[in-house]
Structures are given as structure tokens and as C-alpha cells.
């Protein structure tokens, strides 16, 4: 299993030092290659290829061995033309009977067009922007074609990848898939993978024969051959349960190891004083929930142990977990201790700073981000901010994840309040838990809601307070989902505007990949909003602007010079905008429950009505009743375990939008495999078979954790 990496643009002096490697590989091509060698060595990668590997975190042999496909496409079936139906993934052997290349009108594209034919009948072949072809397999040349077949409009495969016949490099077996990035290629990838996989031996297991063979697991080097070179549909599935299976297993021995840690660190204490916390909630202008109320109890009680606390407060979107985390901290404040806040993104590090101060006003709030710093509401210089904070000046300082690097240093912070816990995992928690002989107290707040059959799976080193109760005042969201109809929803998002009140508008991409045709991404949804909303503001907002630019983009939505904001994902987590009264979610089958429930959470953040519209681009059968669960109830943890039936076994590692956090292969779909690693781990510490290597595995995966 891998540790964490940290990825990151390359620098020029990344690029040098690649070009350099590549020079040094012509010099020594016969040296015995290892895993810590940096895959620049590998000939005809290039400058650019080694960038682009670069920024998927693939610097050494070893990283690129740690790139797992995330699925396969089998291509080993080998029908006659006449016998393909809908759907089939297939490898067709024939002529090519004629072929075109002509431009796409309107488009910056070239469509290159061919009919194969064998002796049962044609196919049509279909390329974007591969007009190479043309000359690579002239009209009369036998190739074999490796694709999906799609019958919607006439029989045709589009993309596909030729070979002349017999060669079977890329056609008529299962090839893995990979994530890619700039000018990689699943071809180029799986070349890549090839040289690498020639010193796959030299990898070390951690796990025990014993272990192994109970469970039926290969060793480390079969199981990734098997993955980057599959060669059953059955031995990859079986590969891909093994690194779930250890990195589920590797989770529950570090959760041990962490609250052994725990208990024999010190922490200051701070009282607990009902009289106080009475006095501190008085002073709000709002009234606590039972969950809140609850939650605050629970924490106030840890800190007043000579141990951490390490406590994660789970609420649903809009549930009121900052207020749980501002009594906490003030808390503190008044006996004398300081208090961290990491934030996920840096509108909500301001968002949140403001927030806070209402909890300490008679205390200092910093916030510091890349590109600005306040002090109690005023701008500030950023050397100013970190003279004040070494000089002991500042109660709360509110930040990204930066604060934890060298250059800030609050001295000995009582408190760190970690908010979106999902980005913030296990081994960076024991991180701040390891670092000075008085460690801070730590409060984590997420609004991931987690089945409660996977909580101990997901949070072991954590004590949890649940919040489930919404604020009083707080409206029901409307939530409908629109398969028909679109231009009712516009209407009532004009009524919406004219009232003053405020948009989302989300797509699930940025731009149109080249084989899709629903036409719901951020490019192509401009113009079309445009023309539905004349004279309305309209900004954008996505993750491949600049952080200054995203930043003034949620600023300008924020203070009303903007109506209705066009964009991705990047709004999902913690904008709170008062008056956004209508989340629209295009292309909403393709983001998972949870996501779902979380880009609902952006609206309803007051007294006003409000809805969330949900409208599909596909109407699958399985994709449908999702999506008649999201609108069916506002209740995340309701949600989470709906999406938890309707998952099942789903792709072999699951997907980003609804896995599991701080898990990189498991997926809520893994409940039987997260049953059978609790057994496991029960018998390996009942029987005292927890080995040096698997000890050495998880001091390895700690160690190799960076904060900032």
C-alpha cells in the first residue's frame, strides 16, 4: 500500500531535473533499475510527458507502480460486424472499405469517418480531431478495431483504437484504464507501466503469508501485475479487493496506534465552568440547539483532561457545527489559551473569521491566506499579522491549511478547529497531535455524513458528537427533479432574481469531452443561460481559474453584484450565501448522493424558501432512483445510508464523489470486505500476530505525512 503523496504543479527546476534524468538514461541504460529511481529514465518521455506525469504525482518508478487503473475494458470478444449489438465492448477484424476526414462546421474539430467490413457486413468508425488515421490505415489496409458499440444513430464505434490484424497490443484483450493528465494517453500510460513492471519484484509485502493465504490474496507484486496487465475479469476484481482490504486493515492499525498515542500525550486542561458556558451562550444573539448544546458539552469536558481531545463533530449541512466550534474556542479564550481554525478554501477562511468574532469580541481574530490579512475586520499586512502573532497578540487565527507550515507559528495553540474534516485525514490528525510536548486539543467538524454501520470504519480515532438538528428559523428546501419542463424552472428563477434574491446554477464539468452529447457543461451552459436570463448578472466560477479569481468570483456573488453564478464543484463546501434561495444541478446523475446533498446544502441558509432543482442528462434506471432519493428527503444521514443500498459492490474503486473520505480504494459498497478486516484485526491483536513489517508499514505511512 502507498503513502500519501503530495501533489503539485511542476516547477521549472521539476522540468530541468527531468530533461537532466532523461539525459542520464542514455548514459546508463544498462544500470539495474529500482523503485526509488525517478521515471524520467524511461526513454521518449519527453519534458512535457514527464510534466504531465509530474502532476498526477508520478515522480519515481515506485509512484508510477502506485498509479492504479480504475477499471478495465475487456476487448477480447471477437464477433463477426452483423452479430455486435448495443453496448458490447468489442474487438471487429475486417477492411477498411473507405474512409474521409472532412471539418466539423462551427467547430474546431476534424471528423475522420471509415467503414469496415468483413464478410457478415460494415460498421461505421468514427475519430475527433485523428486525421492520422487516414494515412496510418488507407482505404483497403485489415486492421483490427478495438471499441463500444453505439446502434443510436446507425451502427458505429467511436474512438476506437486500431492495430493492424494479429498485432494485439491494444486490441482483443482487457486493458486497464487509467486517470490521465495534459498530453498522456492511455497508450502512452500503458507503455509506461510496462518498463516500470519489469522490477515489480522488488516490492515488499507487509502482510504475512499466514494473513495471505486465509484470505486468498496474492502477494503485492502479483497483485499489482495483475492490475496494470489484467488478465481475467475474476483476478482483477480479486486484485483490486486486495489493496482495499489493505488499505482498510492498514486504517484499523493505525487507528489503534493513534489513540494509544493519545493517551499518553499531554494537553493543557481548561475547566469546565457552567456558569461560564451559561455567560458565553447568553451573549449570542441566536439560540443553541439540543445538538448544539450537546456537542459543546461533550467537547468542553474533553478539554478539561490532561489528554488531547480528539473529537469530530458530524452535522449535516447547515446544522450550526461552526457555533458548536466558536463556544469551544471562546471557552479557552477566557483561560487563556489560543486557538487555530484551518479552513477548506480561502473565501471561507474570511467568511469564517467574521463568524467567529462573535464569539470573542473582546478577543484578536487574524485571518491569513496566500494573498491577504485581517485583523479584527481590518486589511493588515502580512508581516504585520505574523509580528502580532509571534509576539503573542492574537487569540484565534483563521486559515487554510497553510497556517500549518514553517513560516506561521502560533506557539503552543490550545485548540485546532479542522473544518471539512474529509480533506484533513487520520495520519495528518496524528501529525498535530505528535509535534510539540504540549499538543493541542483537536475539533473536526464535517458535514460528510456517514452511515453509522461505517462510522467506526471511517473516524476509529475519533470521539463523535452528532448534530442533527437545523437552527430555528431555518425553512425546509423544496427539492424537485426536473426530467421534463426546464422552462417553468427558468421562469421561477427570474421571479427569484427580480425579488432580490440569488442563483446556483452547477455543471458537472468544465468543458464537452469530445464523444458526449448532453450538453450540460459549464462552456456550453453559458451561452444557453444568457439567453434565458437577459439583463441578469451572471458570473463563473470553476477550479481551472485562479485561486484570486475564484476567490472574486464567490466575493461578487456574495456581495449581491452578481445574481446568478454559473458553476462547478468548487461550491460545494461551506458558502453561505443568505440570499441564494435556488440550486439548479445540471447533469445531476452524475455526482453521487452526497455531493448531491452537499451542493444543496449552499442554499436555505436563512428564513427565505427555498429549491433545489435536479436535472438529469440521462434517464438510466439506476441514476433515476438516486435521484428520486435525493429529492425525497433533506436528511444527509437518511441519504447516506440510501446511497449506501444503492451502491452495492459499484465500480471496482468506487468514485470520488461518493467513497469513502480519507480512502483511496474502499467505497461504502465494501461493507462485507470492512466486516471481514474487523475480524481479522480482532484475531491478529487477540493473537499477538501484529508483525515488525506491518508496524514498520504504518510508521511508514505517518511519516511520510506533510501539513501544509
Known sequence: MKSAKLTSRPTRRDVFYWLFAGISANLSSNMARRLSDQIGVIKGLGPKGQADLLNLGIRTFSDALWHIPFRFDDFSYNPPINNVRHGDAVTLTGRIWAMSTRPIKGRKLKLTEAILEDESGKIKLIWFNQSYIEKLYPTGSRIDVAGRVDTSFGRQIRNPVCEPVGVRKETGRMLPVYRLAGSLTQRKMRMILKEVASIIDQLEDWLSPDVLAKEGFVDLPKTLLELHNPTSKE????????????????????????????????????????????????????????????????????????????????????????????????HTIKQGGKAMYLAPTELLTYQQAESLRLFVPNGKVAALTGSKAFMNGELVSRQELLDALNGGEIDLLVGTHALLSDSVNMKDPAVIVIDEQHRFGVRQRHKLLSQSEKVPHLLSLTATPIPRSLALTVYGDLDVSQVTEKPPGRVEITSRLVSSDEEKMWKHVIEEVNAGNQVY????????????????????????????????????????????????ALEDFRQKKISVLLATTVIEVGVDIPDATIMIILGAERFGLAQLHQLRGRIGRSNKVSYCYAVPSSKSSNSMERLKAFVSTNDGFVLAEKDLELRGAGNIFGDNQSGLPDFKYASWGDLDLIRRVEKVLQELMAENKVTQKMNDHIHGLLDAVHLE
Open 505 to 552: 446554477v452547477v455543471t458537472p464539468s468544465i468543458e464537452k469531452a469530445e464523444d458526449e452529447e448532453d450538453g450540460v457543461s459549464l462552456q456550453e451552459t453559458l451561452p444557453k443561460i444568457k439567453k434565458k436570463l437577459k439583463g441578469v448578472a451572471i458570473g463563473v466560477v470553476h477550479g481551472r481559474l485562479k485561486s484570486k479569481d475564484k476567490t472574486q
Open 235 to 330: 483476478n482483477f476484481y480479486k486484485a483490486g479487493e486486495r489493496l482495499k482490504f489493505d488499505e482498510l486493515l492498514a486504517h484499523q492499525l493505525l487507528f489503534q496506534k493513534v489513540r494509544s498515542h493519545r493517551e499518553l500525550s499531554v494537553a493543557k486542561s481548561f475547566a469546565v465552568s457552567v456558569e461560564s458556558l451559561k455567560e458565553l451562550v447568553g451573549l449570542l444573539p441566536f439560540i443553541l440547539t439540543n445538538g448544539q448544546k450537546q456537542a459543546i458539552w461533550e467537547a468542553v469536558q474533553d478539554v478539561a483532561k490532561p489528554h488531547p481531545m480528539n473529537r469530530l463533530v458530524q452535522g449535516d449541512v447547515g446544522s450550526g457545527k461552526t457555533a458548536v466550534a466558536g463556544v469551544v474556542i471562546a
